[in-house]
């Protein structure tokens, strides 16, 4: 096996396409567990939509527990504890098609399976893993996590909730609120947070039947309105003291170690939304007919369900990728002899992919939904069919598990963070600008694909490098101020991330053979790299105006120019053969299943 | 009691566009997802329960590529024991008789109660291929089989007929039975028994391995002749009734009379 590619590295230098995981690499055990939940979906979760929009009673909590008993809610939990303890890619594959049939269900499974359960499994001690895991294995138990409070969102560690040892030493009293916690409603296992002695932030295992926890009533939502989201309060709340989750005052590790693991999973199931909305907006415009003609067959229509296409395979290639990244780097710690928070911390080093998946995911899964709207016209604003709500389902994926702007911030800031510590080479990629640049000077752009796709990519990531380190040495630590300048990097690490990871996808799919459909996958690719060329550039120009003047400022505009020097190609006629390939799957025309 | 049950790994042609090749004689899959034949997905239910209800076990028979075997441990994974996979491109398999003289020489070495097969194949559906397979074998068969009860050393099965008629049989085992659809409702493979699937014996084997000369069951031997497919073309015929309420109305029953569709 190829050794670990680290955590934002990819931005640095060019990566190779076997040392990517993708979906064609799926192994039978992937395909057949994608195969039960597939079926699950849409045969016992689809046909209860409405039940389960309209909060029937009992309808999630029997769902779940079906789930559950097929192993479909455990796939991170260890075996020794009742758990189906599968790679990342299964717990991608699980995560993805638990949105096929819209967000409620989603919402409801993931924050059960994923900040809900995962706490407990990185973090829970050997009594606690006993008692609480073999129960949310199957469903019998449902978990919810709340961090968030009035006066703690975005900035969740200024939470207010205290605890306090009561005088017989056995409980922590538990004072505060918190609110918007998903399954609030129907939880049995609330994971919180409270600052023992209003001071050292601390995760707490808290029953939801214990003495002094109350639930509010359910949240009036624009969307995944079969989700239950609703405050908790905590009143004299007794938390017997074995119920501490991880160490005193650590409770920050288990917060942001969870999120990242949230934020992956987050982005798998866009792809399953967006799969979705491409398999019923299809099948509709084929039958719509307006002018004479079924709608589908307008080239503006085709230019729509290509460009949804395009943003769906680069997702999917994205999150596989990135699940593909952390298996190997579990395995690694698991040869090592690492222990459950060992792994949790691990993944850490893959923080950047992980919001990159996050952000970019959901922007995409929106864009999805909104012209999956668009596609039915009048009927896409009604609730006759399933565009308008997947509209209204999407957008809270913006909001939740860190907002985008938080994410945003995040992507360069850690890459900056993990500069200063050298655990990643960016000062020595910056310094070799200069030569990067005179060596382009000559060069041919390539005529062919994927030579052409390489080229610009890799003048892409010059690029980022042009922008954030002018950026970085002009403000060193106070680049954490220059909000702007840190969102348009970050849109820059997206880009190329999700570029690339079309790119060695194709090339892989390539490598099997020329086909139709290695044809599609580079056509995919192709036309998101030549739109994202002058996005780029105008990007990197707006970083620079906002960080340079004068001579200096001049000086990285002639490199922008040189690095972003392309020649457009012709992006309709590829596109129609993308939409024909949709209609005529009519679906998402690549599921691996 | 002793199962084995036959099942195709098709075309789910619901989803995409059907298109027929150039040739003429093949249909362009490239689009399509394969997997289980629908009939054959109950008849794997019921095999299951049966074992689950009096013992025993269960093999997996399956003609097919190598692709399919991802389908042949999902029937594992629902609690089949272990499969046989035959491949071999020598087998005229547009034809059922062939199809199930190959079956035949599958199972016929082994120890058997029960066959159950579906009733028919999404894909050509010919209706026949369970039916054949009993006879080459020599043993009772029932056809269109909606409801299984295993008696002692027999069967009961309930036969669907036209018009939702039921006919009851009873055959003594050991017998071939082709499973109708809604017979039960098939259960979802768990994670758990996926993962025991990758361990249980899955055999590949080919016309040489089970001692059948290619000749009986290669194209020369059939009888059908695969001379063209094509897309039938969408005729509509629409009748308008003119008249007073009353009068249509009148025309409209006598329509559905005479069309014995009511
Ligand atoms: C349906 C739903 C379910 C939820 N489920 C859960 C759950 O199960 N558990 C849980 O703990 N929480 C949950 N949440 C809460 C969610 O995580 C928070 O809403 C989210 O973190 C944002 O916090 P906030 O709402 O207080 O917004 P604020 O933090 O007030 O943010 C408002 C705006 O300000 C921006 N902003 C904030 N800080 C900065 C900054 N430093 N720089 C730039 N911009 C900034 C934000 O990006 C946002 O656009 C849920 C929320 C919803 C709506
Ligand atoms: C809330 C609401 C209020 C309304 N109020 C009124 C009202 O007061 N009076 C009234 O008369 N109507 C009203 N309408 C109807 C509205 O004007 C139509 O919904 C609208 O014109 C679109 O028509 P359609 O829904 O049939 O969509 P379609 O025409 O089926 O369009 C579906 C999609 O196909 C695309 N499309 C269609 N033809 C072409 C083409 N030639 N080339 C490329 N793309 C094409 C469209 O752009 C669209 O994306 C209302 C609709 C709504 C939802």
Not at chain 1, 27 to 54: G, Q
Not at chain 1, 480 to 487: G, K, S
Not at chain 2, 9 to 30: F, H, I, L, M, R
Request: hydrophobic share 40%; charged share 30%; aromatic share 8%.
């Amino acid at each position: 096996m190829s050794e670990l590619i680290k955590g934002g590295a990819y931005l640095l230098g060019p990566v190779e396409e076997n040392t990517v995981f993708t979906p064609e690499d799926f192994d039978d055990m992937h395909l057949m567990v994608k195969r039960t939940c597939y079926d699950f979906m849409k045969n016992s979760v689809e046909p209860k939509i409405d039940e389960i929009e309209a909060m029937a009673e009992g309808v999630m909590t029997g769902l779940l527990r079906e789930a559950g008993e097929l192993g479909l809610l455990s796939s991170d939990i260890p075996e020794e504890y009742g758990g189906e303890e599968a790679d990342k890619i299964t717990t991608n594959i699980i995560a993805e098609c638990a949105s096929l049939t819209g967000g409620s269900f989603a919402t409801a499974f993931g924050a059960h399976t994923g900040i809900g359960t995962l706490p407990i499994v990185f973090f829970g001690n050997e009594e606690q893993k006993k008692k609480y895991l073999p129960g949310l294995a199957t469903g019998e138990k449902i978990a919810s996590y709340a961090l968030t409070e009035p006066e703690a969102g975005s900035d969740a560690l200024n939470c207010k909730t205290k605890a306090v040892l009561s005088d017989d030493g056995k409980y922590y009293i538990l004072n505060g609120a918190k609110q918007y916690i998903t399954n609030a409603s129907w939880a049995d296992v609330i994971v919180t947070y409270a600052k023992i002695d209003g001071e050292r932030f601390t995760a707490f295992i808290v029953d939801a039947d214990t003495e002094g926890v109350s639930i509010d009533p359910e949240e009036k939502k624009m969307g995944i309105k079969g989700s239950s989201t609703c405050s908790v309060i905590l009143e004299n709340a007794k938390v017997p003291v074995e119920n501490m989750l991880w160490e005193e005052g650590k409770g920050h590790q288990v917060a942001f170690n969870i999120l990242n693991i949230g934020r992956f999973k987050l982005g798998a199931g866009c792809v399953g939304g967006s799969k979705a909305v491409l398999e019923f907006a299809s099948e509709y415009v084929q039958q719509r007919v307006q002018f004479n003609q079924p709608i589908a067959k307008f080239n503006l229509m085709k230019n729509k369900f290509a460009n949804m296409a395009i943003l769906t395979y680069l997702q999917e290639s994205m999150v596989y990728r990135i699940a593909g990244m952390i298996d190997k780097k579990l395995d690694e710690v698991k040869d090592s002899g690492g222990d459950l928070s060992d792994i949790a911390k691990a993944i850490h080093e893959y923080a950047i992919e992980c919001s990159i998946s996050k952000v970019f995911c959901s922007e995409c899964m929106d864009k999805i939904a909104d012209e999956g709207v668009q596609v039915f016209g009048g009927y896409g604003y009604g609730q006759e069919y399933p565009a308008e709500r997947s509209y209204r389902d999407s957008r809270i994926n913006r909001i939740f598990e860190g907002t985008n702007e938080i994410n945003r911030m995040l992507i360069p800031g850690t890459l900056l963070r993990k500069a200063m510590k050298n655990e990643v080479p960016f000062m020595e990629a910056v310094m070799g600008l200069g030569g990067t640049l005179k060596q382009l000077k000559d060069a041919e752009m390539p005529q062919e694909s994927p030579e052409r796709e390489e080229f610009y990519l890799n003048n892409m990531k010059t690029l980022f490098l042009l922008a954030a380190g002018n950026a970085a040495q002009k403000f060193g630590e106070d680049l954490t101020h220059e909000q702007e300048v840190l969102c348009r990097l970050a849109d820059m690490a997206m880009e190329i991330f999700a570029a690339e990871s079309g790119l060695l996808r194709a090339k892989k799919i390539l490598a099997q053979g020329e086909s139709e459909e290695s044809k599609l996958v580079m056509d995919m690719t192709s036309c998101f790299i030549h739109e994202m060329v002058p996005k780029m550039e105008n990007w990197a120009k707006e970083v620079i105006a906002g960080t340079l003047e004068g001579e200096e400022a001049g000086k990285a505009y002639s490199g922008i120019r040189m690095l972003t020097k392309y020649e457009p190609i012709n992006t309709y006629a590829p596109k129609r053969n993308i939409a024909e390939a949709v209609y005529d799957a009519k679906k998402y025309f690549i599921d691996r299943i | 009691m002793k199962s084995i049950v036959c099942i195709k790994y098709v075309p789910d042609t619901s989803e995409a566009e059907v298109k027929v090749n150039p040739d003429g004689k093949t249909v362009d899959d490239s689009r399509f997802s394969f997997d289980i034949n629908d009939a054959d997905n109950y008849a794997v239910e019921e095999s299951v329960l049966i074992k689950e209800d009096k013992g025993g076990e269960v093999d997996v028979l399956s003609i097919g590529p190598k692709q399919s075997e991802v389908m042949i441990r999902m029937a594992m994974a629902k609690g089949c024991d272990r499969a046989v996979r035959v491949e071999d491109d020598r087998i005229a398999d547009h034809d059922p008789l062939m199809v199930a003289k190959v079956l035949a020489g599958a199972i016929k070495d082994k120890e058997f109660d029960l066959i159950l097969t579906g009733c028919w194949a999404d894909d050509y559906g010919h209706m026949s291929t369970g039916v054949a397979l009993a006879e080459y074998l020599g043993v009772n068969h029932a056809s269109m089989v909606k409801k299984v009860e295993v008696l002692d050393g027999k069967v009961r099965a309930h036969r669907e007929l036209e018009g939702g008629l039921m006919e009851v049989v009873e055959l003594e085992l050991p017998a071939v039975l082709t499973i109708q659809t809604g017979i039960n409702e098939p259960r979802y493979a768990p994670i758990r028994g996926i993962r025991q699937a990758q361990k249980k014996e899955l055999n590949v084997v080919s016309l040489d391995d089970l001692g059948i000369d290619p000749a009986e069951v290669g194209s020369e031997a059939s009888q059908v002749v695969l001379e063209n497919l094509y897309i039938p073309e969408v005729e509509s015929a629409a009748e308008f009734i003119e008249g007073e309420p009353d009068e249509k109305a009148d025309k409209l029953a006598s329509i559905l009379v005479k069309g014995g569709l009511v």
